[in-house]
């Protein structure tokens, strides 16, 4: 989809602030709704995605099954609020080994789980808004032992409302950012990221667990 773009700096793929803010994505719904409503934190337009069953309603991207989003910039930065309910939010990416994988997190899950083709982690989330960066590079080396090519598709499911989705070449400072990607989150809001599998146990448990995916891949 992105494929002939020039990637450098910011890339934006989800904007509630445009008049067209799903204009790249897919909608499903079932038992829930996906539509924009006032925040009462934001005072602005942000889009409400809730559902009874979180795999029966979400927003993907691309919005066609066939195309890829083929970004290559390695940071992803998802502005959400919680809701207190089940959410979560998927990437499918493509690694140096010319792997098609998916990484899943999950507020409703406490472990991890790693096999050759997918990884579930648990997703902490502030109360309110939160700024979640998503390091697709790092995590590709931690789990996997190999490089972060691009990211194919997000999905993002109930429940949730989102404000912006956008992916970056570094992590840059809300003053650095240009107008249209501020999120002018209240100052409470939190900055956060998915933790990456084993690291609270050092590099031993890591490659532990490069190697056990490499096993099941073998077997």
């Known amino acids: 989809m992105f494929k002939e773009t020039i ?27 996906i539509t924009r409503v006032t925040d009462d934190d934001l005072h602005s337009s942000v889009l409400e995605v809730t559902g009874v069953n979180i795999n029966t309603t979400y927003i993907t991207c691309p919005a066609s099954p066939d195309k890829t989003l083929s970004i290559k910039l390695p ?57 979640i960066t998503f390091n697709l590079s790092d995590f590709t080396t931690q789990v996997y032992g190999t490089q972060y090519v691009e990211t194919q598709r997000v999905q993002i499911n109930a429940n949730c409302r989102i404000r912006q989705v956008y992916f970056s070449d570094r992590v840059y400072s809300e003053e650095e950012l240009p107008e249209e990607f501020q999120s002018h989150l209240p100052v409470q809001a939190q900055q956060s990221s ?26």
């Open 75 to 131: 940071h992803m930065v998802m502005i959400i609020k919680n809701l207190e309910r089940h959410f979560s939010f998927e990437v499918q990416f493509l690694d140096d080994a010319n792997i098609c994988r998916h990484f899943r997190a999950s507020s409703y899950v406490s472990t991890t789980r790693v096999n050759p083709f997918n990884c579930t982690m648990p997703l902490m989330l502030a109360d309110g808004w939160n700024s």
């Open 7 to 33: 990637q450098t700096g910011l890339m934006s793929i989800f904007n509630n602030m445009g008049s067209e803010p799903l204009e790249l994505w897919d909608t499903q719904v079932k038992n829930g709704h």
């Open 194 to 219: 998915p933790p990456l599998p084993y690291e609270e146990n050092g590099e031993g448990e890591a490659a532990t667990a490069q190697s056990e995916v490499e096993q099941e891949s073998k077997g």
